[in-house]
């Protein structure tokens, strides 16, 4: 910024509002403290007139952010900068306007590593994932051992599924247990490698502990291909937005209303399938009535 720019700020601040500024907060990077509702239209022009972007920190959907993705990582199944840069240019109105129950983040991680922590986040998790098997170079797996790699202490005891066999010569790999973690794939990057089917994880709820407790997201899409200008994410975001805009209460997190509404009843409303791969933990309740069961009796 050059002080002439913030002067110019500060002087509509004088003018309009209280004088009071919170610079690169947590909450956006020009926070203006304390105003009337009369003034808030003014502020908006007089800002916009001086070439600034703005947006709000209120009830809406809150600029998207994501990992450096295919610019500079070799691991990255999905262009994650496109992404953001699309979804950002294209929902400008819900960025400037609050129009939801309560804010809205997007993040975008290329790959499982998630090094925007979007799955802590974010209430729209997009992860980068493939659909099809571990690529796995022999040559290169029998120069990490000669290397000194520990294949059973560094992979194969540290897989959360335990997907990955070592015969001592050669990597296995379960594919179908295989949970896309990165682990292995960072131990031997050169040895292992992402699949070639590639797309995205989508997951959704993640919030800090603010209303209710803290949540982590929950898959909601086990796999989506991701293609510019990204139609089939967008109509996922506007049917996630529609329910919730019409049923979930004031300050309350998607991920809130979800837990409110139940997963099962959620996804039943925006018109997906369910999978296997939604479920966030066991139930804890037993037993379980079937809708054909009520209609038999």
Not at 117 to 124: C, E, F, G, K, Q
Not at 154 to 169: H, L, N, Q, R
Not at 173 to 183: G, K, Q, R, T
């Amino acid at each position: 910024y050059t002080s002439k720019a913030m002067g110019e700020l500060c002087d509509i601040w004088e003018k309009r509002g209280s004088g009071l500024t919170n610079l690169h907060g947590s909450t956006g990077d020009a926070v203006f403290l304390g105003t009337t509702s009369d003034e808030l239209e003014p502020i908006f022009a007089d800002i916009t007139k001086k070439g600034w972007d703005l947006g709000g920190s209120g009830s809406d959907l809150r600029t998207p952010s994501c990992c450096l993705g295919m610019s500079r990582c070799e691991y990255a199944c999905i262009d994650s900068m496109d992404i953001t840069y699309e979804l950002t240019n294209y929902y400008q109105d819900e960025l400037h306007r609050p129009a939801f129950p309560y804010k809205f983040k997007i993040k975008v991680s290329g790959c499982g590593n998630d090094c925007v922590a979007s799955v802590a986040r974010s209430d729209l998790s997009i992860i980068g994932t493939w659909k099809d098997n571990i690529r796995v170079d022999d040559a290169e797996v029998t120069n990490c051992v000669n290397n000194g790699t520990d294949i059973v202490n560094e992979i194969v005891m540290m897989c959360p599924t335990k997907a990955v066999e070592w015969d001592g010569s050669k990597i296995k790999i379960d594919d179908e247990n295989c949970v896309h973690c990165m682990h292995c794939i960072n131990v031997i990057p050169k040895a292992l490698r992402v699949g070639e089917d590639k797309g995205a994880a989508i997951l959704l709820g993640a919030k800090a502990p603010i209303v209710e407790g803290a949540l982590f997201a929950s898959v909601l899409v086990p796999f989506m291909k991701l293609e510019a200008p990204y139609d089939n994410l967008k109509e996922l975001i506007e049917n996630l937005w529609d329910i919730w805009d019409e049923h979930g209460k004031n300050k309350e997190r998607i991920g809130e209303f979800v837990e409110r509404m139940g997963k099962g009843e959620f996804i039943s409303e925006i018109g997906i399938e369910p999978q296997i791969e939604m479920v966030f933990q066991p139930r804890e309740n037993p037993y379980i009535f079937y809708d054909e069961y009520f209609e038999e009796e």
